[in-house]
């Protein structure tokens, strides 16, 4: 699925977004606090716009991702960066192999988020940390009704006229509502492992972004 969407797949984001992702990719960033020499993974990078920020800083970074056709699009715009094609849940990397690891927008399309999560945890140092900026659950009850009803009527037409494969962009719908809450998404970084577990709303909640630590 992502394949199919891989080459508009950034400007689509923008336009359903009304611009937000950018806001949202720099508190990422700003989350993530990248420096000079420290390696970090982006997993679910797609083409590695989520990538950029962090080589800014000085950091090494691993775009890594599920799709091929992310990966190809992205090596063919960011030819110098390292791509590697790696599944979540079983990552091709060494235990305590970065000082920080990411995912925007992906966990949730990863069928064991739970197996991501103790993966996630692993290939970190002792120390590292992880942020994960998702899709959430709008904190105040009339917007929420609002933006269900934006997700399911208003984001499938919208993405037959900016998209390569609009199909995709329901299924994405769907599977926002059916995301754990911020609470949830906490309670789970814990039992895979993670401390330190805390929480951010953007946007009034459409976006929540999590960080925790490993323990040292």
């Given at each position: 699925m992502?394949?199919?969407?891989a080459e ?14 950018r806001?949202?990719r ?39 991702d599920?799709?091929l ?28 192999s970065?000082?920080?690891?990411t995912?925007?927008?992906?966990l949730?399309?990863?069928q ?19 942020v ?5 659950h709008?904190?105040w ?7 269900t009803e934006?997700?399911?009527r ?18 994405l ?11 949830a998404?906490?309670?789970r970084?814990r ?7 805390a ?13 925790a630590?490993?323990?040292?």
């Amino acid at each position: 699925m992502f394949d199919g969407v891989a080459e508009r797949y950034d400007l689509t984001n923008d336009v359903l977004s009304l611009g937000q992702d950018r806001r949202w990719r720099r508190e990422v960033a700003r989350a993530v606090d990248a420096r000079p020499a420290q390696k970090v993974l982006d997993l679910a990078a797609g083409t590695a716009t989520s990538s950029l920020p962090f080589t800014r800083a000085g950091a090494y970074v691993v775009p890594c991702d599920f799709s091929l056709g992310m990966l190809q699009v992205g090596k063919r715009r960011h030819s110098w960066l390292p791509f590697t094609a790696g599944d979540a849940t079983r990552l091709p990397f060494k235990d305590d192999s970065f000082d920080a690891v990411t995912i925007s927008f992906g966990l949730r399309n990863v069928q064991d988020f739970d197996a991501a999560l103790r993966e996630m945890h692993r290939v970190t140092r002792p120390g590292g940390r992880v942020v994960i900026c998702e899709f959430s659950h709008p904190t105040w009850a009339p917007f929420r009704t609002v933006y269900t009803e934006y997700l399911m009527r208003a984001l499938p037409p919208v993405a037959r006229a900016v998209s390569s494969n609009p199909d995709a962009y329901v299924y994405l719908a769907e599977s926002i509502r059916a995301w754990p809450d911020q609470p949830a998404l906490a309670e789970r970084l814990r039992k895979a492992g993670w401390s330190q577990v805390a929480w951010r709303n953007l946007s009034g909640g459409i976006v929540a972004l999590h960080r925790a630590f490993k323990a040292g």
